[in-house]
């Protein structure tokens, strides 16, 4: 038995005598296996009331209803897995995740543009060298926005409007904001402020700095406390920074922008700075960002009438979006391997081998996220009002969308930045031949905000009749035709729904920091490991009775849910909040 996994007790793959191989579906996909069933199968998972308790052993007669269970999930799997086998399994290659399937597409738009050697040179100059480097650049990155206004929190909102990037990651790729050369240190000592603030203005940085007496200007939040070097006396909304004496952080020079937008500080000092050439990604990649973005645009009003097509669909929006991952998926330095029982270990790691098989650089998926915070919080930045100190129109954001109040001004400035922004992507439209080569497809849409409450059927606006926000992740919405969904992380997605409708209470009233669902109202699962080997004698829920030896097994527990909020951020909202209006 031999076990790839890159967490404990989650293996990617494992193989028994050199040829059963057994891969992780989920992490090929990305859907559970209803979903799979949905997209690559003409068959349907089966749902009804199996009762997963009753204890089961392997001398336990199988009801009519379980061996029908059994035959259908895998009737699923072997089904995805012929499409596997026809579409990415080749001699030598075998990929375990999503991403690796969407690397693919980069490799063979580098074979066709006849670009190895630029890329193989591309990467030798500027992949890191060392474990050190590679981590240091690594701790860079911070992932998408996503929190809720503080002053907006808790209450509800009534005619609210919401808006989406179209395809926000792909299109941070294609802006003139990456480093494109090897990074090289600035002397912080022999270097003029000038010289320091034109490198700051014109190459791509990575800079470990400090920030003294800063707090926010427009009531918007956005430092992470996991993502701060060190701090002193702060105050925290919902893990975000409101203020503090000082903090200590690794940011791109984008991220100073984006701060300058919500922050006021009074001083800023630079502990180290990293600098590269700036500017277009490669065009081999941006091609393949290009070629999969008008594959799906294409295929997006087909696939819901054809299964065939929805399948094509799905592979290549997956591929689409896999670029970013296949760009910051993290080097594994050490291994995990299973003796009986996990054990791990640090593992050598061949830079001179890693770059010849890369075709992007981790410093492009670091680059990525600082982009597209900015693209949203530069945009949430203009959502302020006339003399208004905070936004007050502004909701809630969630990676590549934002909530907020359906206001006339609020409706202009999305239309005046989409205008600037088509307007903007002309310049790399043209300078990659798009036009041209993808005629059908307008790539000036990209990076734009979607109105996700307008009908383009009937060329009306359909307002969110209520939201209600109680913090990252945790919101509430009754769409203009009267369907309520909500979005609580660690909450199964309709188990607030069903436990209001079941004991007849208001939704929306419902939804705070009192909330508790129990056991059988959470439907949810926790998870108990034990590696001891357990013999015993059990009895099945028939009546039969069987000696058993365990050579470690997982427990899945039924627990409660509960929403919790702290004191100190319900009187943040509201102290702060008052002095700041």
């Not at 309709?494 to 079941?502: N, P, R, S, T």
């Not at 705070?512 to 001891?532: G, R, V």
Request: net charge positive; charged share 25%; aromatic share 14%.
């Amino acid at each position: 038995l031999s076990i790839f996994s890159r967490k404990k007790r989650h293996p990617m793959k494992f193989t028994i005598n050199d040829n059963i191989i057994f891969l992780d579906s989920y992490l090929l996909t990305g859907f559970n296996l209803s979903k799979i069933a949905d997209v690559y199968t003409d068959i349907h998972k089966l749902v009804g009331e199996l009762d997963y308790s009753k204890i089961r052993l392997p001398i336990t007669q199988m009801s009519t209803q379980e061996l029908e269970y059994c035959i259908n999930d895998v009737q699923i799997l072997s089904k995805y897995a012929e499409y596997y086998e026809k579409n990415y399994l080749t001699i030598g290659f075998m990929p375990m995740t999503s991403t690796m399937i969407a690397s693919r597409v980069v490799s063979k738009k580098v074979k066709e543009l006849h670009v190895s050697k630029e890329v193989y040179q591309l990467m030798q100059s500027c992949y890191p060298s060392s474990k050190q480097e590679y981590e240091y650049i690594i701790s860079f990155f911070t992932g998408a926005y996503t929190h809720g206004m503080l002053y907006n929190l808790f209450q509800t909102h009534e005619n609210c409007l919401k808006f989406d990037v179209d395809s926000e990651y792909p299109y941070a790729f294609m802006l003139p904001e990456y480093p494109i050369g090897k990074f090289r240190k600035v002397s912080l000592q022999s270097n003029s402020k000038e010289t320091i603030n034109n490198v700051l203005e014109n190459f791509a940085c990575l800079i470990d700095c400090t920030f003294y007496n800063i707090k926010t200007k427009t009531g918007v939040t956005i430092f992470s406390k996991n993502k701060i070097i060190s701090y002193g006396n702060a105050i925290w909304d919902n893990g975000r920074l409101y203020s503090a004496d000082f903090i200590r952080v690794r940011i791109t020079q984008i991220d100073i922008q984006t701060a300058d937008l919500h922050y006021s500080w009074d001083k800023l000092v630079y502990n180290d700075i990293s600098f590269a050439k700036k500017g277009y990604l490669p065009k081999y990649f941006r091609l393949s960002i290009a070629e999969l973005y008008d594959a799906k645009n294409k295929l997006k009003e087909p696939a819901k009438h054809d299964e065939n097509i929805q399948i094509e669909y799905m592979e290549r929006k997956k591929e689409l979006n896999g670029q970013f991952g296949s760009c910051i998926c993290k080097l594994q330095f050490t291994e995990l391997l299973y003796q009986s029982g996990w054990i791990e270990k640090e593992k050598d790691v061949d830079f001179s081998k890693i770059k010849i098989s890369k075709n992007k650089l981790p410093q492009w998926g670091v680059f990525c996220t600082s982009v597209s915070r900015n693209i949203i919080l530069s945009a949430v930045a203009k959502l302020k009002y006339g003399n208004e100190k905070i936004i007050k129109n502004y909701l809630y954001s969630d990676t590549d969308s934002i909530a907020v109040k359906n206001k006339p001004y609020v409706l202009e400035t999305f239309n005046k930045i989409n205008a600037e922004r088509k307007e903007y992507n002309q310049k790399w439209i043209d300078e990659l031949n798009l036009k041209e080569l993808f005629p059908n497809t307008d790539f000036s849409k990209m990076g734009t905000f979607d109105n996700e409450t307008y009908n383009s059927k009937t060329g009306q606006l359909e307002p969110l009749k209520r939201f209600k926000t109680l913090g990252s992740k945790r919101y509430i919405v009754e769409k203009f035709d009267g369907t309520i969904e909500t979005t609580v992380a660690g909450m199964r997605k309709k188990a607030f729904i069903e436990y209001c409708e079941k004991n007849n209470l208001d939704f929306f009233q419902t939804f705070d920091d009192k909330l508790i669902l129990s056991y059988d109202d959470a439907d949810k699962l926790t998870t108990y490991y034990c590696d001891d080997i357990v013999t015993k004698e059990v009895t099945d829920y028939l009546g039969n009775k069987q000696k058993v030896t365990s050579y470690g097994y997982v427990s899945l527990i039924p627990t409660t849910f509960g929403i919790t909020i702290s004191d100190a951020l319900k009187l943040l909202a509201v102290e702060k909040g008052d002095n700041l209006i």
